[in-house]
């Protein structure tokens, strides 16, 4: 299984920060990543950011985004904190929480992150008996599986912060097709 895992809105003063984590089994790791690649040619984008696309056009290729990638073989779970918070502390301190799979193979974090950071999640993981072969930070340009886990932190913190029917029915789609994200609020796991 590779896990990816994206965060909107860490910076912010006020709102909230969102982590999500997208899980592949490592066998569609490639039909996933193909898949991604050619919504976005479809949709006539380079690469897909949710940060991209704010204004009303952008709302239109948001949703159909997020229409096209719900069939894809992937399960996620989502992490809120409420801002200001120091989150690479806060993060590491609920990471046990949401990640319980055995058999991780990659954990893909985007961003650049030292790797003494990597080291310390790594550890933090071993502590709690979960075994993962690697953990890597990325660039989701190179990366389409973390494009995806961008999507999700981006659709879940815009509808935590301001909820509209665009949202609401974004999340109502993906739970109908049987993607129940678990959502914690990172707070109250630590």
């Known amino acids: 299984m590779e896990v990816y895992i994206d965060e909107s809105g860490i910076h ?14 490592t066998d569609g790791v490639k039909e996933v990543e193909k898949a991604l690649i050619k919504v ?3 949709l006539g984008i380079r ?6 696309f704010g204004s ?6 948001r949703e159909s985004f997020i229409r096209h990638i719900i069939p894809l073989p992937f399960l996620f779970n989502i992490i809120y904190f409420q801002n200001p918070i120091a989150f690479h502390s806060a993060f590491e301190h609920v990471l046990h929480s949401v990640i319980q799979h ?3 193979r990659k954990i893909i974090i985007d961003g650049k992150k030292s790797r003494t950071y990597s080291r310390r999640i790594k550890n933090v993981l071993r502590k709690h008996n979960i075994s993962v072969k690697k953990v890597v930070m990325a660039n989701d340009g190179g990366t389409p599986g973390l494009r995806l886990a961008d999507a999700l932190a981006g659709l879940y913190r815009s509808h935590m912060e301001k909820p509209t029917s665009k949202t609401n029915d974004l ?8 993607k129940k994200p678990s959502i914690m609020d990172g707070q109250i796991a630590r």
Not at 12 to 25: A, I
Not at 47 to 52: G, Q
Not at 171 to 178: D, E, H, K, M, V
Request: charged share 25%; net charge positive; aromatic share 18%.
């Open 12 to 25: 912010k003063f006020s709102g909230y920060s969102v982590v999500c984590f997208v899980y592949v089994q």
């Open 40 to 42: 976005e040619n479809l």
């Open 47 to 52: 690469k897909f950011r949710w940060s991209d």
């Open 56 to 61: 009303k056009r952008g709302w239109v290729v």
């Open 102 to 104: 055995d058999r991780i």
């Open 171 to 178: 999340i109502s789609l993906i739970t109908r097709n049987n």
